[in-house]
């Protein structure tokens, strides 16, 4: 599974803030926030980079997706990482169109309008993060 990815010159908390903004203005709201560094050292002791998990929904598209499929929920929200590696902030976005082609019928057959919803999704997404780097 291909990810879209842009590297920004932020710390950690200052990367969410701009990824929480810049979601915004495409739609989307963060339902969920993961901070899987502090979950590692709680549950397993370990010390990793930081390593933050937003479910991102855009409550108008997941309408229409669930609708016309209401499985669909099995991969909603759509995930946004915000991580440490090697002195940098990568920001990483999951494609919906990607996704939804994965979880085909057998066939990869999905119904139009649901293909047209994650074609949507995706386009925001990479919207959002392309802007944190436009400057």
């Known amino acids: 599974m291909s990810a879209h990815t842009v590297t920004l010159a932020l710390s950690q908390s200052d990367a969410i803030d701009a990824v929480t903004a810049a979601l915004a203005t495409q739609g989307f709201g963060v339902l969920t926030t ?23 929904c855009n409550p108008a598209l997941a309408h229409q997706a669930l609708s016309t499929d209401p499985e669909i929920g099995l991969q909603l929200p759509c995930n946004v990482t915000v991580r440490q590696s090697d002195g940098r902030t990568l920001v990483q976005a999951v494609d919906p169109a990607e996704l939804l082609a994965m979880a085909g019928d057998g066939n990869n057959q999905q119904p139009a309008e649901l293909a047209t919803v ?11 993060l392309d ?5």
């Open 34 to 56: 993961i901070d899987v560094r502090a979950t590692l050292k709680a549950k397993l002791g370990e010390d990793v980079e930081d390593y933050t998990i937003l479910g991102a």
């Open 118 to 128: 994650a074609r949507d999704a995706s386009t925001r997404l990479r919207a959002a």
């Open 131 to 135: 802007s944190l780097t436009a400057s």
